[in-house]
């Protein structure tokens, strides 16, 4: 049983930055990918950063130079740091954690996600 929880969001104006946690419980092995991905009301959910074991990185155009993900692998923890946040960056922002052999996803786990707010 692994829950994963969500953490550090909340009202921020324009230009303004935040910094999301996500720390998983109940675990017994490490994640081969974590990740943060984004929903606003009426659109689908949405990739936002993602970040392997190794450390390589990927992230949606509209976030890049802007937010930052990393993790500590003693921790199974991972991060987002947000800066020069916009208002279309206002969603429920949701971790993401999958163990995977080679290219086969064998468990992928959600968090509860977390509000952020960008007021303009």
């Known amino acids: 049983q692994v829950q994963l929880v969500e953490s550090g969001g909340g009202l921020v104006q324009a230009g303004g930055s935040l910094r999301l946690s996500c720390a998983p419980s109940?675990?017994?092995?490490?994640?081969?990918?974590m990740g943060w991905y984004r929903q606003a009301p009426g659109k689908q959910r949405e990739l936002v950063a993602t970040?392997?074991?190794?450390?390589?990185?990927n992230y949606a155009d509209s976030v890049k130079g802007r937010f930052s993900i990393s993790r500590d692998n003693a921790k199974n923890t991972v991060y987002l740091q947000m800066n020069s946040l916009k208002p279309e960056d206002t969603a429920v922002y949701y971790c993401?954690?999958?163990?995977?052999?080679?290219?086969?996803?064998?468990?992928?786990?959600w968090g509860q996600g977390t509000q952020v707010t960008v007021s303009s």
């Open positions: 970040i392997t074991s190794g450390g390589r990185t």
């Open positions: 109940g675990t017994i092995f490490s994640f081969n990918v």
């Open positions: 993401n954690a999958v163990k995977a052999y080679g290219s086969i996803t064998v468990n992928d786990y």
